[in-house]
């Protein structure tokens, strides 16, 4: 079946620095999206990506799902502790299976 | 967004017993919703998945015997722990979701079995 692998699964990030995450499958996608649960809530959307190649910023995130729709990245620049929490991607409508990618911000 | 609420925020139970979380889309109608159980300090997983009208789909290793799921109307959906054990201790969050579109999640209901 469909398996979604994020990468790295934790980072400790220097606030100010930049940090990639990675969502990988093992089957082409029909749309990847991106949540963000900080410590003690629940995740929340943050963007859904559709198209081949595309590529989507939301302020200081930039999102991009690759041309085979197999894989997408969301990096951040300059870092800031609100950027603490863990980034979950969903493939298909369905959760990654894995545990995110826990952001550490250190001050 | 949209808004999806639980009920209870949180419950302490007695092993044996039995506990009813609910799960409701407020302002959108909610043909799947999710419900998901979460660790300290880890992933969400996934348990079931459930259409408005027709049985559940479990994922592997969750018993459906343990956890009844309810999608009874559009805008709600229940989860029930039967018998539940202190190993049932957990974070439960759903989703709910309209056709195509993005999951929107409930705030999480915390179920500890003593």
Known sequence: GQQVMQIPQYQHVQEGEDFTTYCNSSTTLSNIQWYKQRPGGHPVFLIQLVKSGEVKKQKRLTFQFGEAKKNSSLHITATQTTDVGTYFCSGNNRLAFGKGNQVVVIP | ?114
């Open chain 2, 1 to 114: 967004g949209a808004v999806v609420s639980q009920h209870p925020s949180r419950v302490i139970c007695k092993s044996g017993t039995s506990v009813k979380i609910e799960c409701r889309s407020l302002d959108f109608q909610a043909t799947t919703m999710f419900w998901y159980r979460q660790f300290p300090k880890q992933s969400l997983m996934l348990m079931a998945t459930s259409n408005e009208g027709s049985k559940a789909t479990y994922e592997q290793g969750v018993e459906k015997d343990k956890f009844l799921i309810n999608h009874a109307s559009l805008t709600l959906s229940t989860l029930t722990v039967t018998s539940a054990h202190p190993e049932d201790s957990s974070f439960y969050i759903c989703s709910a979701r309209s056709s195509g579109r993005e999951q929107y999640f409930g705030p999480g209901t915390r179920l500890t079995v003593t």
